[in-house]
T-cell receptor, first 116, second 114 residues
């Protein structure tokens, strides 16, 4: 168990460019989540997957954002035509669905995006 | 709908002093409550969780929190602060049962002075 891995850790891009982030969850975890954290704020839910199915998307996830989890393993979050307001830390988390008790999320270190 | 309010964006204590970080929640259903800690350039690490069992919850690193339904609070405490406790702390709530989506507070930055 190597934890949740996110790449790249830092990305600087120019406005209008596309960026893609990758998340490798803990291998036995069937749920995967994306959160966004801006300066001075707590993480905000973006979307989550159960296996390969994307089950919920926040209204924060505009049409320029797309997330995939092919084969229920790693996930990618792509942002098209980036805007300065997209600058944030993008956090990935994974968990193992439980029939009872809390669904504990394990977070990665995050991918920090700076849009110039 | 759920929401979390963390009172005090910055708390400063002396090493060895009591740590008290405040969290109040709002939830339309019985909640699950969590405290996470975030060190610089690292992900969030779970400190402790409340899932409708014992109201006093003990976590890692000597932290504990008490669920008080009448006050809708879930404050985090530690009897004696250590320099290594300096970090940002986030309280989070999720609807019990279908607990896939956490709603976080804005965080409290804890500074520990020597």
């Amino acid at each position: 168990d190597t934890g949740v891995s996110q790449n790249p850790r830092h990305k600087i891009t120019k406005r209008g460019q596309n960026v893609t982030f990758r998340c490798d969850p803990i291998s036995e975890h069937n749920r995967l989540y994306w959160y966004r954290q801006t300066l001075g704020q707590g993480p905000e839910f973006l979307t989550y997957f159960q296996n390969e199915a994307q089950l919920e998307k926040s209204r924060l996830l505009s049409d320029r954002f797309s997330a995939e989890r092919p084969k229920g393993s790693f996930s990618t979050l792509e942002i098209q035509r980036t805007e300065q307001g997209d600058s944030a830390m993008y956090l990935c988390a994974s968990s193992l669905e439980r029939n009872s008790g809390a669904n504990v999320l394990t977070f990665g270190a995050g991918s920090r995006l700076t849009v110039l | 709908a759920q929401s979390v309010t963390q009172l005090g964006s910055h708390v400063s204590v002396s090493e060895g002093a009591l740590v008290l970080l405040r969290c109040n929640y709002s939830s339309s259903v019985p909640p699950y409550l969590f405290w996470y800690v975030q060190y610089p350039n690292q992900g969030l690490q779970l400190l402790l969780k409340y899932t409708s069992a014992a109201t006093l919850v003990k976590g890692i690193n000597g932290f504990e929190a008490e669920f008080k339904k009448s006050e809708t609070s879930f404050h985090l405490t530690k009897p004696s602060a250590h320099m290594s406790d300096a970090a940002e702390y986030f309280c989070a709530v999720s609807p019990g049962g279908s607990n896939y989506k956490l709603t976080f507070g804005k965080g409290t930055l804890l500074t520990v002075n020597p």
